[in-house]
Every structure is written in structure tokens, then in C-alpha cells.
């Protein structure tokens, strides 16, 4: 499919997010869309995937047709497709009832069936492993990406948008991913445009590039470029300026490792009181069962966790944060069963039971069901494994751990820590509710302000957190964070950030340092993991190792442990 683009401009009030837009993009072919965090790629390409519409004067044509898009129904049935930086599917509902939501009907029902074998054909053509049965809440980022691929290309579609793919998968699933796209593009001549900052992931996989810089096109050419050259269209100055600007945050935090030549003249950071201890604990994920985590964080240090995706990183962090609780699946069928048992045992002393008596015994049971179950985890373990402050944690929600100083921030923004619909103000005022019944709306829109320009987020404080782009989103979900940390569970906290972006969000994160804030972390990005942490726990295969010294802490060290291959 060829699409061109003819003076596509896009306004939200006195922000101009694209302005006089012109490109063509040809059949077969992969493109780069490059730029910094609110450069207006993300706006530019809801705006061809019917989720956005252009201002008046625009417009798009397809094959040389002048199309008019409404909606994202409008572009599908346009052969225009977009796979999202959060995938859209449902997380209650299984990986083939997913796909079916967008699978055409012969009947009052799906064909169940027959979708099934095409899935199933599909995901087989590009070697990905997706159980149909499983649900989406079970599936790493990686895996949801896969699944939302199959579901477009059973639309037929000829323009696939993908956001910021490889933001939170393994590289495994990055080279699976990459494999596939240009598979598409050779075999099935499907045109691409991959929304990126990565520039590995460029010059890997496209064909050519289109920069964004404040809206407009700042170039467009043909790889292979060197990367000095996309950096200075993408930020106006080199990527050794971008290292300089960003060394006086690389250096203190090496410093503090003691890595530079000058280290005996600084003295590294000193660390305070153990704020969490982690003692032989058991993990069970949906994938293995990992034993005899021990860990130590003290005030002010940073632990990064590293591992393949699905390796067990961010079930740790949320037991630490108080979150792998009982399920709410959990409690229904355990309050289901402890009902049943009751009812069971009515009819087996001669008691008969009324529809009544059954609802009252099915409600009594949904009440003290996770009750039983909690008793019955008790009573199996008895042993504290995680303290914070001292403090055991097992009868502590996130809740509590919240108010002790404690903050978790999730890879999936949208899903946990962001709400859509609400403004920035309301997700300032949200964060600082209080027992006073009312909101203190000039404080929040205060805060709102300071948190904006602290934070570079581009927006404004009354814009609806859907309409910022990812990184942006990122931005406000860093902000939120309160001022009093003790300690911070971040789950890939520079996701869909920009180089210069995730730098200067990384110098704000390790300043609440001097303060005692301790940051335990976790990425997909070992260069982040490396430069950033004091010390590395690394999860593979079912085993947790701690790297604590600092001259093992570097890409092929942790590759071998990761992969595997050591088990220092």
C-alpha cells in the first residue's frame, strides 16, 4: 500500500502537535519515525490510524485515492493498522477470545473453531508461541505485541503503525519481532512505520527515516546513516553533545560506584539503614517457582534487576510492594468452594437447603473465603521473608506500605498508575487526597504546574492524560511520585523515552538520593541496568544471583548470568 500525506496539521488549543506535514510512504518498504518525546509522532500516526482527526486542509491518500478517515474502523477497512506502545486487548478474556473480537461472524456466534486454526496458522508463519486458552493478564508485553500482530494481519491490512515495539520486551522477543516485520515487508509487501527513539532499532531494521522536531519535518533519507546524523536531526546537535550535556549525571553516579580514574577525590555516596530485607523468600510466577530470594536495600542505593522478560523481576517487586496478594479470581472461587463445602455437608447430615439458605451460605463463603485462604497460606509458611523498616509486610497492603513511604510504578501506566479520561490536575489532586471530604484545587493545579516544568512533560494541566504520547505519559507518572519516598519499586521507568529524556529523568531520580530514597528498578536495557545501579540482582531460570561488585556489574557479565552460563 502507498500513502502519501499532504499538509496534515493537527492543533490541541495552543499546542500544535503536527504542523504542515508531507510525506510518502511507499509499498514494501520500512520506515523509521524518529524524534524526542512530544516531537507529534505519535499524534501524526493516530491521526493515519482513525483515532485522531487532522485539521481542516489535510489530507491523506491511499494508491493515489484521496481517503477520508474517521475512525479506526475507517482505517482498517482501509488496510490501515496500528499496534499499540499499550496493547489494546482485554486482560480477563483469553488470547482466543481476544482475537476473536475483531474476527468476522457467519452466524449468531464465532466460528470458534475455524478462528482457532487461523490463529493458530498465523502465530505458527512467524514462529510465535501463543496458547489460545491462556488469558492476557498471563502474557508479558512481548507476548500481547504478538497477538495483536496476528489479529491485524487477519484483518488483511497493507499499512501496519507499530508504537515503540521494543520498549519492555526481551531482546528474544525484539529479534522475533524484527524477523517478522521484515518478512512482511518482502513477502507480503506490507508498507511499515516503526515509531522509535532507539536508534539500534533503525539502523537493525528500516528502510528509510522521516524525523519529527516540534511538529515538523526536520529531514527525511535513506539508510544506512551515521548516527551523528539522525541525532542532530532529531535534537539539532550531536550525539557527543547529548553524552556531554548528560555527564554530569552519568559521572556522580559512577563516581559513587567508584568507576572513574578520579574517584579517590570524591567520596563515594554513603548509604544509610537497611529500609528492606528480604530473606529466603519463595516466589511462585506463572512460569517457574524461584527460591530463596535474599536481598538487603539500603537508604539511598539503587538495585537494578535484570532478566530475560517474564523471568520473575516484576512479580518480585510487587510481593515487596505489598500487590501479589490473593486474586479477585482467588477469592470467588475460593469463597465458591468454601460455600459448596457447607452446602455439601448440610446434605449429607439430611438438612435440606432453600434457594435462600444457598445465597446467604454462597455470600457467607464469598466473605470468608479469602479469610480461609490467607489462614491456610499461614499455616503452610510461618516464616516472615519480607521486612520493610524493619517491619514484616505479610498482613500489609499496598495501602499501608504506601503511607510508610513507599511507591511501585508499573510498565503498564494505563493499567496501573494512570486513569484515562482524567486531566493532570486531577491525577495531582488524586495523589494527594487526603481525610479532609474536599480537593484543594489551587494547591493541586500547583503542584500540577511545578511537576510539568520539573518534569518537561509536554501538555497542558487541564489535558486529558490519553491525548499525551507515551514518553509524556511516562513523565506524569514519574511526577506523581511523593516527595517523602523511602522507597521506590520502578518497573522499566524510561520506557518509551527519548536518550535525552530518560537522562534527565534518571539525574531527578537519583537526586531523592541525598535525601535517602533507595530505587529498585528494573529493564529491559542493560546499558540502563549498568550505569545506574550499585548493585544488580539477576533473575534466570527459576535462580536469583546478586552482583554487589562493581567490576563485575557490565554487559558481559550480566549477559553470561542472564543466559544462563554463570551462576556466580
Known amino acids: 500500500m502507498q500513502l502519501e500525506l499532504r499538509h496534515i496539521s493537527k492543533t490541541f488549543g495552543p499546542l500544535k502537535a503536527n504542523n504542515d506535514i508531507n510525506h510518502t510512504f511507499q509499498e514494501g518498504r520500512i520506515y523509521a519515525i524518529l524524534g524526542e518525546n512530544g516531537a507529534g509522532k505519535s499524534t501524526l500516526m493516530k491521526i493515519i490510524s482513525g483515532y485522531q482527526q487532522p485539521d481542516t486542509g489535510g489530507e491523506l491518500l491511499i494508491n493515489g485515492t484521496p481517503t477520508v478517515i474517521h475512525s479506526p474502523s475507517d482505517a482498517l477497512n ?52 501463543l496458547d489460545p486458552d491462556m488469558l492476557i493478564e498471563g502474557l508479558t508485553i512481548g507476548e500481547r505485541q504478538q497477538l495483536e500482530i496476528v489479529r491485524l494481519l487477519s484483518l488483511k491490512i497493507g499499512f501496519l503503525i507499530l508504537d515503540e515495539p521494543t520498549t519492555g520486551i526481551s531482546e528474544a522477543q525484539r529479534q522475533t519481532l524484527f524477523s517478522t516485520l521484515k518478512q512482511l515487508a518482502a513477502e507480503d509487501k506490507l508498507t511499515i512505520a516503526l515509531v522509535t527513539h532507539k536508534l539500534a532499532d533503525v539502523e537493525e531494521l528500516c528502510d528509510e527515516v522521516m524525523v519529527l522536531r516540534h511538529g515538523r519535518v526536520s529531514g527525511t533519507c535513506t539508510m544506512p546513516q551515521p548516527p551523528d546524523t539522525l541525532v542532530r536531526m532529531m535534537f539539532g546537535h550531536t550525539e557527543e553533545a547529548v553524552r556531554e550535556k548528560a555527564t554530569r549525571t552519568m559521572n556522580w553516579v559512577q563516581l559513587s560506584r567508584g568507576l572513574l580514574p578520579d574517584s579517590d577525590n570524591l567520596p563515594a555516596l554513603p548509604l544509610g539503614q537497611p529500609i528492606l530485607q528480604v530473606k529466603e523468600l519463595t516466589l511462585q510466577t506463572r512460569l517457574l517457582t524461584i527460591e530463596n530470594i535474599t536481598l538487603d536495600v539500603r537508604e539511598g542505593e539503587v538495585i537494578g534487576l535484570a532478566g530475560l522478560d517474564g523471568s520473575g523481576q516484576g512479580d518480585f517487586m510487587r510481593q515487596c510492594a505489598g500487590l501479589n496478594r490473593v486474586s479477585w479470581r482467588d477469592h470467588v472461587m475460593s469463597g465458591i468452594a468454601f460455600a459448596g463445602l457447607i452446602i455439601l455437608f448440610d446434605y449429607l447430615m439430611g438438612y435440606s437447603s432453600t434457594v435462600f439458605t444457598t445465597t446467604l451460605l454462597l455470600l457467607l463463603g464469598l466473605t470468608l473465603g479469602p479469610v480461609f485462604i490467607s489462614l491456610l497460606s499461614y499455616l503452610r509458611d510461618r516464616t516472615e521473608h519480607v521486612y520493610f523498616d524493619g ?5 500489609m497492603s499496598y495501602r499501608d506500605l504506601r503511607e510508610r513511604g513507599l511507591a511501585y510504578l508499573s510498565a503498564g501506566r494505563l493499567e496501573e498508575g494512570l486513569v484515562t479520561g482524567m486531566t493532570l490536575t486531577q491525577h495531582f489532586a488524586l495523589a494527594k487526597l487526603s481525610k479532609i471530604p474536599w480537593v484543594n484545587w489551587f494547591a493541586a493545579l500547583r503542584r500540577t504546574n511545578e511537576g510539568i516544568k520539573q518534569y518537561d512533560v509536554r501538555g497542558q494541566a487541564f489535558s486529558p492524560i490519553q491525548t499525551l504520547s507515551g514518553g509524556n505519559q511516562q513523565r506524569v507518572a514519574l511526577a506523581l511520585l511523593a516527595d517523602n519516598l523511602r522507597l521506590a519499586f ?67 557479565d550480566l549477559g553470561l548470568l542472564i543466559g544462563g552460563l554463570r551462576h556466580d
Not at 517491619?391 to 498482613?395: G, M
Not at 520502578?490 to 535525601?515: C, M, Q, Y
Open 78 to 129: 482501509n488496510g490501515i493498522g496500528m499496534l499499540y506502545q499499550d496493547p489494546l486487548d482485554f486482560p480477563p478474556m483469553t488470547v482466543l477470545e481476544n482475537y476473536l473480537t475483531s474476527h468476522p461472524r457467519t452466524g449468531f456466534l464465532p466460528d470458534r473453531s475455524e478462528a482457532r486454526r487461523e490463529f493458530l496458522s498465523i502465530a505458527q508463519r512467524f514462529g510465535f508461541h
Open 391 to 395: 517491619i514484616p509486610t505479610r498482613w
Open 490 to 556: 520502578l518497573e522499566n521507568p524510561t520506557r518509551g523515552l527519548d536518550v535525552n529524556s530518560a537522562r534527565n529523568i534518571w539525574h531527578l531520580l537519583l537526586s531523592r538520593r541525598e535525601k535517602g530514597t533507595a530505587i529498585v528498578f528494573s529493564s529491559p536495557d542493560l546499558d540502563e541496568i549498568v550505569a545506574y545501579s550499585d548493585r544488580v540482582m539477576v533473575f534466570s531460570s527459576g535462580r536469583c544471583t546478586l552482583v554487589g561488585d562493581p567490576a563485575k556489574i557490565n554487559r558481559h
